[in-house]
């Protein structure tokens, strides 16, 4: 079976029974996502980006974390803010918050893969506006 083949595998796997949720959020875990990836391709592998001594990039008060994922000899690279559990930037994440983020892109990254993908469907849709700042221009 060629790569095409396999991701495509990964893109139809139906992964609901294991979508977690957080609020509003659903995701899939990285424990089970990487084991997933692992059956797919024994050669599996994932890297974290270093920056010097660190794992992630300073952006101001905030940072950005960034993993890559390589199954079927495809790398494919994701990044990710250092979040908090409503999705803000968290400014001066400590280690923990880190950690936590880079387990994340591991999840999203095995995504770009396909597997789960559809989870992430909407997610780059712009938030809507309040309330009260449409009623504003309206007036």
Same mark, same amino acid.
């Given at each position: 079976?060629? &790569?095409? !083949?396999?991701?495509?595998?990964?893109?139809?796997? !139906?992964? !609901?029974?294991?979508? +977690?949720?957080?609020? #509003?959020?659903?995701?899939?875990? *990285? &424990? *089970?996502?990487?084991?997933?990836?692992?059956?797919?391709? +024994? #050669?599996? /592998? %994932? +890297?974290?980006?270093? %920056?010097?001594?660190?794992?992630?990039?300073?952006?101001?008060? /905030?940072?950005?974390?960034?993993?890559?994922?390589?199954? %079927?000899?495809?790398?494919?690279?994701?990044?990710?803010?250092?979040?908090?559990?409503?999705?803000?930037?968290?400014? !001066?994440?400590?280690?923990?918050? =880190? #950690?936590?983020?880079?387990?994340?892109?591991?999840?999203?990254? =095995?995504?770009?893969?396909?597997?789960?993908?559809?989870?992430?469907?909407?997610?780059?849709?712009?938030?809507?506006?309040?309330?009260?700042?449409?009623?504003?221009?309206? +007036?």
């Amino acid at each position: 079976m060629n &790569s095409t !083949n396999k991701h495509l595998d990964l893109l139809t796997k !139906n992964v !609901n029974e294991h979508i +977690e949720k957080k609020g #509003n959020l659903s995701y899939l875990s *990285w &424990s *089970w996502a990487w084991s997933e990836a692992l059956k797919a391709d +024994e #050669n599996a /592998t %994932f +890297e974290v980006k270093m %920056f010097g001594d660190l794992p992630y990039c300073s952006i101001g008060q /905030t940072c950005m974390v960034w993993v890559t994922v390589t199954l %079927f000899g495809k790398p494919l690279m994701c990044q990710l803010p250092v979040m908090d559990n409503r999705n803000k930037a968290i400014p !001066n994440p400590d280690a923990f918050d =880190v #950690n936590k983020a880079i387990m994340r892109c591991l999840a999203k990254a =095995v995504a770009l893969h396909g597997l789960g993908l559809y989870i992430y469907a909407g997610e780059d849709l712009p938030e809507p506006e309040p309330v009260q700042s449409i009623r504003q221009e309206q +007036e």
